[in-house]
């Protein structure tokens, strides 16, 4: 998969922006506040419908205008060309097209663009909410497995049905068991999933683990979200007091994790700043090899100020993995002689330019402007 082309209309200060980026690497560089992240967010917009930055759409949409549009010309790994679009209004009213045609929801979009991200936010997968892990694990399921999202949906769906019950004063159990046994079958179901990820997973990381961070006893474990010695029936029935009294249900699918540990300590406390990033990039590069491995098709990576995240060892590393995936980049960062350094001799591509000015994106080449 790669983005042929990228239109964005009043996404905060990109108010018309109309390139064609390299199918290969392409540099956005540009001052503070001049609009390079929200390059990367609008991309982020079109592969997941949801901003790496906020939650919230109001924020961005540019603040003289009622709605922001992003539309992207997709280059498919059988060589056709799809487009797709997701606009955002004020008063909350999405709209996702893909193909000429509305498609009901973000998730419908997702499966057209696989984007990883990596940025600061990327560098705290190790001490963030298990939430954050759990995603980064439902990435490579959601791509990989077509039957995951459904299952997903539905055990979202059971989960807030079965809490629902458990908060009423009285509970009939007859009410509760058809619950139970759906939520039984769909986690069985998604840990299942999940376990034939974490087995491709787990084999390609202990190889890029080595490459960028050679530290002796990492681990790395996918924890179910309940005991692993007991059956999750088992599990529901054992904690059914417990979450009648909190009102939710505690074990389950929904509280899976990666477990991240150096001699059985948590990364995040014993890992030096920078080596937590570096684990990071093994953990996103890997998770990219293992998408292409199962599915044959590629990734689109997305890397936020590069240089101020990574020292220039480090960064030339990050380059090489990504040039041997030869995938479609898109990396930003203040200073283009720094960004282009970071290529120039280390790899056979000649990266596209694009400089960032108060909210317009110029194509540079041999230092002269050529596109708006
Ligand atoms: N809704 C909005 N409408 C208009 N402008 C906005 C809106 N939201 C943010 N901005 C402005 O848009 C600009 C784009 O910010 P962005 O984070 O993309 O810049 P950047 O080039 O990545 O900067 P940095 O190098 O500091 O990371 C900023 O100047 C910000 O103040
Ligand atoms: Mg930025």
Redesign the pocket.
Known sequence: MTLKRLFIQNL??LEGVDITPSLQVNLIY?????????VL?AINLLALGRSFRSHKHK?????QQSSFTVFGRVHTDDESDVPIGISRHMDGEASFKANGVLVPSAADLAAYLPVQVINSDTFLLLEGSPKVRRQFIDWLVFHVEPNFFPAWKAIQRCLKHRNSLLRRDRIDPFELAPWDKELVDLTNKIHEFRTQCMAHFNETFAVLLKEFINIDGIALGYYRGWDKDKAYTDVLADSLERDKRQGYTHAGSHRADLKITVNGLDAAEVLSRGQQKLLVCALKIAQGYVFTRITGRKSIYLVD?LPAELDEKHRALLVHWLDTMNTQVFI?G?DSETLLSSWRDKTKITPKMFH?EQ?RVTEVVNSSVIAQ
């Open positions: 905060r200060n540009g001052e503070n506040g001049s609009g390079k992240t929200s967010e924020p961005l949409i540019n603040h100020d930003t203040v960032v909210g």
